[in-house]
C-alpha cells in the first residue's frame, strides 16, 4: 500500500474508534441538534475516505476496521536467549526413530513469554501462511461489485436523508436501507476468487442483517415484546440468570 492510502486507512479507523464517544459527548454538551450534526459529519467523512479508497486507490472489498488489529501473541519477537541458541546452531528439532514423530528438543526450548505449543515447522508454516494472507492484493471489482460495494458505502447516507425527510417513526428508512444492504450483497455474491479476508467481511455483512431487528420502528412495534417476554421467562423459571435478565 502507498503512503496516501496508508493515512487515509488510518484516519478511517481513527473516525471508527471515535465515532460513538463523539456522538455521546455531543449530544451531552449542545443536545439533540449537536447530537445529529456530528453523526452527519463523520458519516460523510467516512463515506469520502471510503470511495476514495474505492475509486481511486482501488482497494476493493473494505473490512471493518479498516486495519486489522495485530494479533500480539503470534507477533511475539524471539527473546534475546532464544536467538543466542539459533545463532549457536542447536538442533531445534529431534526425529523419534521408530515414531518419525517431530518434536522440540529439550536445549532449544524457547523462553516461558513465547513458548507455544506446536512443533516449530507447524508454528513457521502458520506464520508463513498468516502473512500470505495479510499480503494478498484485494479482488478486483468489475463495474457490477463497484457499484455494490458503492452503494454500501453510501448507505448511511441515504439512510439519515431518509430519516430528514420521513422522520424516525416511519417505514421507509428502515425499508430504504435494508434495500440497500441487501442489494450490495446479492451484487456482491458473483464475485468469485475472494481472498479469505474478503470472504470474512461478506459472511460479517451477512450477519449484520440480523441489526435489522433491532432497529426502530421495527423493534417498537414487533421485536421489543417478545424479547422482554423471553427475558422475562429465562428470569422467572431459569436459575441463575434471573439477576442478569432483570
Request: proline share 6%; hydrophobic share 40%; aromatic share 8%.
Amino acid at each position: 500500500q502507498s503512503l496516501p492510502q496508508q493515512k487515509l486507512l488510518t484516519w478511517l479507523s481513527v473516525l471508527e474508534c471515535v465515532e460513538v464517544f463523539a456522538e455521546m459527548g455531543t449530544a451531552r454538551v449542545w443536545g439533540e441538534m449537536g447530537r445529529w450534526t456530528i453523526i452527519v459529519l463523520i458519516q460523510l467523512a467516512k463515506a469520502i475516505l471510503r470511495l476514495l479508497l474505492l475509486l481511486w486507490y482501488k482497494a476493493g472489498i473494505q473490512t471493518s476496521p479498516p486495519i486489522v488489529p495485530l494479533n500480539r501473541e503470534q507477533q511475539q519477537p524471539l527473546h534475546p536467549q532464544d536467538m543466542e541458541d539459533n545463532s549457536s546452531g542447536k538442533d531445534q528439532t529431534y526425529v523419534g526413530r521408530r515414531s518419525s514423530r517431530v518434536v522440540r528438543s529439550l536445549q532449544s526450548t524457547p523462553s516461558l513469554q513465547s513458548r507455544h505449543w506446536g512443533s516449530p515447522q507447524q508454528r513457521e508454516e502458520s506464520q508463513s501462511r498468516r502473512a500470505e494472507e495479510m499480503n494478498q492484493p484485494p479482488t478486483p471489482l468489475g463495474l457490477q461489485e463497484t457499484i455494490a460495494e458503492s452503494l454500501y458505502i453510501t448507505r448511511p447516507l441515504l439512510h439519515l436523508l431518509s430519516l430528514g425527510v420521513w422522520g424516525q417513526r416511519s417505514w421507509k428508512p428502515w425499508l430504504l436501507s435494508a434495500v440497500l444492504d441487501i442489494s450490495s450483497l446479492s451484487l456482491l455474491s458473483d464475485l468469485k476468487d475472494l481472498n479469505r479476508r474478503e470472504r470474512a467481511e461478506l459472511r460479517r455483512r451477512t450477519i449484520l442483517l440480523l441489526y435489522y431487528l433491532l432497529r426502530s420502528p421495527f423493534y417498537d412495534r414487533y421485536s421489543e415484546g417478545r424479547i422482554l417476554l423471553l427475558l422475562r421467562l429465562l428470569a422467572d423459571y431459569v436459575p441463575g440468570v434471573g439477576f442478569v435478565t432483570r
